[in-house]
């Protein structure tokens, strides 16, 4: 069946660094487009970034409050998605998840984020 496991997830001071990663299993990996989305408290849940699938060249593109400071990557021979994350600022706290576009769509469990001082 299909999974998709977050982890990396810490508590980290404001200007720190995390990378979170997705391990993925249950389907070929390598043709579907990931993403990563977060959910804060009260909040909605936002995307944060996507990354195509191998056929199209693995195109990323990121939220206007990520953009320059997160990163996603993928290695195929892993079945992993990683999200970079430098240089944090309290409104980065959240839960991520990771997402498998498609139909369906299929979401991880999330990991939790906290930038705090």
């Known amino acids: 069946q299909v999974q998709l496991v977050e982890s990396g997830g810490d508590m980290v001071q404001p200007g720190g660094s995390l990378r979170l990663s997705c391990a993925a299993s249950g389907f070929t990996f390598s043709r579907y487009v990931m993403a990563w989305y977060r959910q804060a408290p009260g909040k909605e849940r936002e995307w944060v970034a996507t990354?195509?699938?191998?056929?199209?060249?693995?195109?990323?593109t990121y939220a206007d409050s990520v953009k320059g400071r997160f990163t996603i990557s993928r290695d195929n021979a892993k079945n992993t998605v990683y999200l970079q994350m430098n240089s944090l600022k309290s409104e980065d706290t959240a839960v991520y998840y990771c997402k498998r576009n498609g139909v369906p769509n299929f979401w991880g469990q999330g990991t939790q984020v906290t930038v705090s001082s």
């Open positions: 990354i195509t699938n191998t056929n199209t060249g693995g195109t990323t």
